[in-house]
């Protein structure tokens, strides 16, 4: 039988289609202070413009750190993840009048921006900019909700995607069909490390070949911004961390060089060693303001220092205005790698296949969804790249 036709619950009842509420297994985060649980949740089918996803794969992300640290102001519930791989088990709808949309059987990574495709920015082509997001306010309102509680209670989904759940029920803006040659577990980090990373500097620092490039914190993102510095050609890419595990990481996946950062004199010292007047470009991918300090001052004059790091709410980061204006440098912000996943997900996990993206080298481990709290606390202990929720 196909996906489509059948499917086992976690009560093990088995149903031939997803015409009726249907039953999944989630991550469900209640809000600030009160943690995480595992729970049955009910999904209803998809509606117009909609599709079920049966998922492979999601990334524990340092995003969903921050949520559960009480970083950000979300609302809540919500059904965590935002980083996930999955196959359309069905479709609403209207779904498959165009030919980019997803269809039953598709390999899908989840955009965790659902571009409209029909504001001023998605037409200027800067669909990670999307001014209306289909599922932009995670879900909450009544006319989005599509996950609750076994006793009804509705359930938002981060981001609109939801990944750390067995089934989802997404907008197919969300769904991007990939090449299914790609494993799940490599394929879920395209939907957002990957494309963060990758793209930073691909797309928004628009590194060239020959360019020197300094890529600060080494975890998911970090990793992949040093995967796509060499992919575009860099002749020195410098990864700088405070574990010496991150910096071999990174000579795996494409540095030149590592610089264990022990205080910001020494590792200043440690690049102006290695790039004389400093390195072209510098990719922040921590979110601190001591880190962002650094980078800024680490680019060469007329350079430019690309954030993609997400601080806590309210963070703020000095600068010494007088200095960076005579520099000539530039501050960029990157956000989702100014990648519009529809075109950049199926170009990322193509340049996987090919051998030119080493994305198995940055998952530490495969989890069971049990395991996603001791994920969170190996993050804050900051071990290993990114470990990654298999289904079953």
Known sequence: MTLAQTRTTPDTHTVDDFTAPFAARAVVWAGPGKGLS?????????GPGEVAVRMLASGVCHSDLHILDDDWELPSPLVMGHEGAG?????????????????????????????????????????????TPVGGDHRTSPDQVRVRRAAGTPLGIHCGIGTMATYQVVAAE???????RLPATQASLVGCAITTGVGAALWTARVEAGDEVVVIGLGGV??????????AGASRVIGVDREQSKLDLALQVGATH???????????????????DGPD????AIGLPSTIELATRLVRPGGTTTLVGLTRTGA??????????????????????????????????????????????????????????????????????RQVIVFD
């Open 222 to 231: 970090g990793l992949s911004a040093v995967m796509g510095a060499a992919l």
């Open 38 to 46: 595992i729970e049955d949740v009910v999904l209803d089918p998809p």
């Open 174 to 180: 969300a769904a991007v069909r990939v090449d299914p």
């Open 316 to 385: 703020t980061a000095a600068l010494d205005t007088y200095r960076f204006v005579f520099s000539g440098s530039r501050i960029v912000a990157s956000n989702y790698g100014s990648a519009v996943p529809s075109t950049a997900f199926p170009r990322l996990v193509r340049h996987a296949i090919e051998g030119q993206l080493p994305i198995d080298a940055i998952v530490s481990q495969e989890i069971a969804l049990d395991d996603v709290e001791a994920a969170f606390d190996a993050m804050r202990r900051r071990e290993g790249a």
């Open 281 to 284: 470009h510098v990719i922040e």
């Open 87 to 131: 196959v359309v088990v069905a479709v609403g709808s209207g779904v498959g009048r165009h030919p980019q949309d997803p269809r039953v059987g598709d390999h899908v990574v989840l955009a965790w921006t659902a571009p409209c495709g029909r504001c001023a920015r998605c037409a200027g082509g800067d669909g990670h900019l999307c001014a």
């Open 258 to 276: 590592g610089v264990l950062a022990t205080d910001d004199a020494l590792t200043t010292a440690a690049v102006r060693e290695l790039c004389d």
